[in-house]
């Protein structure tokens, strides 16, 4: 019984977290955005469809990841962030980040979890790591230019911010609510790469590496999307 009442209250606290960073991130965007020269005046139905649609599409891209060679099997490369980068590029940083959180709720409803939800929020807070800072540069002038410094300084702030994150909340909390020993986790890491031996260097070899492979890959199909996805999204009915 007590294991049970002590587990009940890790998931709580794992949820009051969640909450806290989702509403968190939320107002950091909804701040910036009311400063930003460029926001567009898009009206709000056409908004939240044009949000819904590119959420959907992402929830469905998330269905299919791909492992990687120099990660353990928990880390799979999607492409889900490329809808919302382009939503984000859209409409702005709040629409961004409404669709990576709907992404993943549409994901949770049509397959469940796997990580005990843990993968789930991470997915969500690194996502807004690339697509708050690209389209907050972005919408600061908006050109292919300053698209791809946006998008250059998000894959390094996703890189910076997940590998840290990971570190010291997300894998220590995964091995807590999923009940795997972290010599388990690292070990599934050493496989792989023999020079992973600790939190840290399973940070340094596979999840920066895999930041980085993700945040260019969005950057680059981001980039070659937009110019033609943009005129359409803009026009009203």
Known sequence: MSNLIEAAKENLQFLGVCLLIIVAIFLIAAAAERFLPGRNSVSPARRVVIVGVFSAISAVLMLFELPLWFAPGFYELDFSEIPVMICAFSMGPVAGVMAELCKVLLKLVIKGTSTAFVGDFANFVVGCTLVLPASLVYYCKKNKSMAMVGLFLGTIAMTIFGSGFNALYLL??????????????????????????????????????????????????????????????????
């Open 172 to 237: 220590p909390k995964f091995s807590q609510l999923f009940g795997m020993p972290m010599d388990a986790i690292i070990g599934m890491g050493t496989a792989v790469n023999r020079h992973i031996d600790s939190v840290w260097t399973l940070v340094l070899f596979a999840v920066a590496p895999f930041n980085i492979l993700k945040g260019s890959i969005v950057s680059v199909v981001t980039v070659l999307l937009y110019k033609h996805i943009s005129p359409i999204l803009k026009k009203e009915a």
